[in-house]
């Protein structure tokens, strides 16, 4: 049996605040709401004048503001003024197993431990246990380093996804722990649900995680020997700028192999996890020719082009689809709903993009103004799709089931495939851990 070690996986020291009010000590992730200061200044009201994860963050709405240097210098005194300042309980040296209930009533289990940063690569075709999924973007990182480098401690937001089917990892462990006491529980602020969190650890619990992630492994390793374990569902770039700054480091100290910078805090979720929604990214194309558009898509995806009556009926086509895509626009004043049906047995995604990335390209190089945008919810693209010069397209569910096989086959997804639940639906800031 495969040792943690060797899976990528390490117990990690968890850092918890002494009487812990999750609702003023935990906030959500850095990466939402960038246009919305709003929510940033209620979260700074929420938490005031009590220990909070905001103290420790830099949300990225500040991230290109004059004073981004003063906030991370903030930031690093505030970290080590918790660690010295008796904030924290004693370190546990513990898996955290998370239950998130959302404000949408879904229940999301998880579980937090410390990945080896040396089993993760986010470059595309990467063999590597943990691999990401979707392009990252090289130029993000080094601005997200500057708030890692020598700082005392980590709180994750990064979700790692693992294709677990029988449930046996997460909710598996779950049901280990559960009759025991939670460490935590509270309701999150501005209306985001509640958490608990149960610790993982002695012998019992402990074998129970690594025969289960061993299985996995088992089950996740292809015909040259590689697996492909995880799969970072949310915070890619902040798990691509961890490996950064551990690179950096272990070049510099090439003595101290076994620094605490080598590994990151994540929660691990199941794809398969009931409470875990994976919503289809829209796209909205501006100034293009509609007909010269969806021509073009049926030759490329090896497809076939009906007209419906409805949006209703359109809609449903694509929802009951894995491999249909459906087009809203005008043509002389009259709404159109047009649906190409193709037999991809990819993520449909990953085949869709490059086409509409391709077309984009020969419509620029022809003098076009053509624009695309990425759009939530079906309903803002009927209501674009009504508008003179855009055409609506409208993207399939996301198929848990061919996800790992996609990536695992044709590398990362392209940017904007999928998002995981909503924005106060993603992983809140909580457990800690020493870093520098």
């Known amino acids: 049996m495969k040792t943690f070690n060797e899976m990528g996986v390490k117990i990690p020291e968890i850092l918890l605040p002494k009487n812990l009010d999750v609702n003023t000590w ?5 990466d939402q709401y960038t246009q919305d200061r709003e929510y940033w200044k209620k979260a700074e009201k929420a ?43 004693p370190a546990q040296e513990e898996f955290i197993y998370v239950e998130r209930k959302t404000a949408y009533g879904r229940v999301r289990h998880g579980l937090v431990c410390a990945i080896d940063l040396e089993t993760y690569e986010w470059k595309p075709f990467s063999k590597a246990l943990i691999r990401a999924t ?38 598996g462990t779950g049901e280990k722990v559960k009759a025991e006491k939670p460490v935590y529980s509270g309701n999150l602020m501005q209306n985001s649900g509640s958490i608990s969190g149960w610790k993982v650890a002695g012998k ?10 061993d299985s996995l492994a088992q089950k996740n ?3 040259d020997g590689s697996i492909f374990l995880f799969a ?32 990151a805090l994540v929660e691990i979720v199941n794809i398969y996890d009931t409470g875990l929604t994976f919503e289809p990214i829209h796209r909205v194309m501006f100034n293009v020719n509609t007909e010269k558009l969806i021509s073009a898509l049926k030759e490329k995806l090896d497809g076939n082009v009906k007209n419906l009556e409805s949006g209703e009926e359109l809609e449903n086509a694509v929802k009951n689809s894995k491999a249909d895509f459906g087009f809203v626009y005008l043509k002389d004043g009259k709404q159109m709903y047009t649906l190409l049906s193709t037999g991809i047995t990819d993520l449909a995604v990953s085949r869709l993009q490059p086409a509409l990335d391709e077309f984009l390209k020969d419509a620029e190089a022809e003098g076009s103004d053509a624009e695309i945008d990425y759009i939530h919810g079906a309903q803002e693209i009927f209501r674009l799709g009504a508008k003179e010069n855009a055409t609506g397209v409208l993207l399939p569910p996301v198929a848990k ?28 800031y909580l457990e800690c851990r020493k870093l520098f």
């Open 401 to 428: 089931d061919s996800f790992f096989a996609t990536i695992n086959g044709r590398g990362p997804l392209p940017r904007k495939s999928f998002s995981m639940g909503e924005a106060d639906e993603k992983r809140f």
């Open 232 to 263: 970072v569902g949310d915070g890619n770039h902040s798990l691509a700028t961890a490996k950064a700054v551990w690179d950096e480091h272990k070049k510099e100290h090439p003595e101290d192999s076994e620094s605490r910078v080598r590994y």
């Open 134 to 171: 979707e392009a990252t973007i090289v130029e993000r990182i080094p601005p997200r380093m500057e708030i890692r480098k020598g700082a005392p401690l980590e709180t994750p937001h990064i979700m790692l996804l693992v294709n677990d089917p029988d449930h046996s990892l997460v909710e």
């Open 204 to 213: 019992e619990n402990l074998e129970y995680v690594q025969k289960a992630l």
């Open 221 to 223: 390793t292809a015909e």
């Open 26 to 30: 935990s906030v959500g992730a850095c």
């Open 47 to 89: 938490a005031a004048g009590k220990p909070s994860t905001l103290n420790i963050i830099l949300p990225e709405v500040y991230l290109n503001d004059a004073d981004k240097t003063s906030r991370i210098e903030k930031i690093r005194e505030t970290m080590r003024n918790y660690i010295d300042g008796g904030i924290f309980e």
